[in-house]
């Protein structure tokens, strides 16, 4: 759990980074932006080829999961554009407290869909994530340079958390699904997971890339840019790569533990990408997101309590228990 827990962490951390860093040098394209967090999956081709010769794929019906892949690529590729429009208007500082708000989407739609315990650490833990995220919305803009302003802003605000919501909601969705489908839970099947999810979601960011006219901005874009263009398809590639290091450690926590555990590893992120966005991107922290992060951080830290007084429960149980016939 330990790796696939650091995979989340770095993943995530770099292609937040990364995607900010997009926008902020003279990048426009929303469709890009986006097609950045799905697009890096054919790295996963050798992966593939190695853990299949390894493992005995198992048989599911026929049809079901290219349905699931078809149904939840396209599901994942609205919540990139939601996520890339957000990050567009938004410091990086405050778009990752907002994604914070993730963790409470997703313990709701756990007890809702997975059957998870909603106890009072935890209803502690998505209060004040909520609270975090009321502050967020009242703290006054604009934020900081090459940033949204009055509209944009609220645009921003308004499809990150819409973004945090639906991506909580898949995880959920997915935990349920996957694990009716997928019996084995190898390292193949993982895999499989996010390539074909990943392949129907940047196919579909590739038509609106087209199909918006975008694309034709491209050349310009890149020569614009202000740290070279090198670097600029130098961004886009490591952050495509970030994003799939993040997703094979997301899912492989779905699958082995649960989806709460993994928004759990994920939200950890929440006390070092404020930080990193006021030092890189010189972000302003003004005292309402001085007071959003610190409740951030204490309804991380309460739900990790809960987690671990669990813990402590099912060992004892298990220990007394009496043994079996």
């Known amino acids: ?168 909601f898949l995880l959920s969705l997915e935990q349920l699904a996957y694990r009716k489908v997928l019996k084995g839970q190898t390292v193949n099947e993982i895999l499989n997971v996010i390539f074909y999810e990943s392949l129907v979601t940047s196919c579909l960011l590739l038509v609106g890339l087209f199909g918006s006219g975008e694309w034709r901005g491209l050349k310009d874009e890149m020569e614009g840019f202000e740290l070279g263009g090198k670097v600029y398809v130098m961004v886009l590639v490591f952050g495509a790569f970030s994003w799939q290091v993040f997703g094979i450690g997301m899912v492989s926590l779905i699958l082995k533990v649960s989806c709460l555990f993994g928004n759990v590893i994920s939200t950890l992120n929440v006390g070092v990408v404020p930080v990193l966005g006021v030092v890189v991107f010189k972000d302003s922290m003004c005292g309402l997101k001085v007071v959003a992060l610190v409740l951030a951080i204490w309804g991380f830290l309460s739900f990790v309590y809960q987690q671990y007084v669990d813990e402590v429960k099912s060992r004892a149980e298990n220990v007394n228990s009496p043994p079996r016939d």
């Not at 703290?139 to 945090?164: D, E, N, Y």
Request: glycine share 10%; with cysteine; charged share 5%.
């Open 1 to 168: 759990m330990a790796i696939y827990s650091i995979l989340v962490l770095t993943g995530q951390s770099s292609a937040t980074l990364l995607g900010r860093l997009y926008f902020e040098k003279g990048g426009k394209s929303k469709y890009m932006a986006a097609l950045v967090q799905s697009a890096g999956f054919p790295i996963l081709i050798p992966l593939l080829l190695i853990t299949s010769s390894k493992n005995k794929p198992t048989r599911p019906e026929n049809f079901a999961l290219p349905a699931l892949y078809i149904c939840f690529g396209t599901f994942l590729a609205f919540d990139c554009m939601l996520y890339a429009i957000g990050l567009m208007h938004l410091p990086v500082s405050t778009y990752s407290l907002l994604c914070a708000s993730q963790l409470g989407f997703n313990a709701l739609f756990s007890y809702i869909l997975n059957s998870q315990k909603l106890a009072s650490f935890i209803v502690n833990s998505i209060f004040l994530l909520t609270v975090s995220t009321i502050l967020l919305i009242f703290q006054p803009g604009p934020p900081g340079a090459g940033t949204g302003t009055g509209g944009k802003f609220a645009l921003g605000l308004t499809c990150t958390l819409t973004g945090a919501a639906l991506y909580a």
